[in-house]
């Protein structure tokens, strides 16, 4: 079982729409959590933490549930310029500085 | 820009053969860590440097080697090239081993021939 698993998408939707991207974890252990975006053949960027409480980041939502060990993105009116991968990343504190990716989850928004 | 540079960008090596890549860290970070990601994957760890020191490792065979000099830039040498090494090769910096925030160079594309 991988240690991240995210939803295998791609997700195809029109400009506007409010799309949810889901991702689990393995490691009861682990303490941090974040979402980064992809764009293609480009590096990943840092989109938000993922705190237990739940927060939100303009059109942005993420949500953690420890006890189901799940996190969860939403985009709410979503724009041409979303069009990227979304990856679920997830750090273990005794693993130090290592951070575990899920395999991403591709997102296209049309116009 | 997160001021992580590597090089080179693209790089073309055929099977059996040995590749060094290069990162800069950002300014006031001691810590690197490389990653590899495939085609279609998320990245997955390969080791981190710290101070010098190989400071945890993926699981990644042994022809994966890196270094870290004094001023923290880090190579990362792969020997023996097989097929699957063709990949994204990303570094990231930051400011502690520990920190969750890990800032990505553009990466370096590997293709083995």
């Known amino acids: 079982r991988k240690e991240v698993e995210q939803d295998p998408g791609p997700f195809n939707v029109p400009e506007g729409a409010t799309v949810a991207f889901n991702c689990t974890y393995s490691n009861s252990a682990s303490q941090s959590f974040f979402w980064y975006r992809q764009d293609c053949r480009k590096e990943p960027k840092l989109l938000m933490s993922v705190y237990s409480s739940g927060n939100e980041d303009g059109r942005f939502t993420a949500q953690l549930n420890r006890a189901s060990q799940y996190i969860s993105l939403l985009i709410r009116d979503s724009k041409l310029s979303d069009s990227a991968t979304y990856l679920c990343?997830?750090?273990?504190?005794?693993?130090?500085?290592?951070?575990?990716f899920g395999q991403g989850t591709e997102l296209s928004v049309k116009p | 820009e997160t001021g992580v540079t590597q090089s080179p960008t693209h790089l073309i090596k055929t099977r059996g053969q040995q590749v060094t890549l290069r990162c800069s860290s950002q300014s006031g970070h001691n810590t690197v860590s490389w990653y590899q990601q495939a085609l279609g994957q998320g990245p997955q760890f390969i080791f981190q440097y710290y101070r010098e020191e190989e400071n945890g490792r993926g699981n990644f065979p042994p022809r994966f080697s890196g270094l870290q000099f004094p001023n923290y830039s880090s190579e990362l040498n792969v020997n023996a090239l097989e097929l699957d090494d063709s990949a994204l090769y990303l570094c990231?910096?930051?400011?502690?081993?520990?920190?969750?925030?890990?800032?990505f160079g553009p990466g370096t594309r590997l293709t083995v021939l």
């Open positions: 990231a910096s930051s400011q502690a081993p520990s920190t969750d925030t890990q800032y």
């Open positions: 990343v997830v750090n273990t504190q005794n693993q130090g500085g290592k951070l575990i």
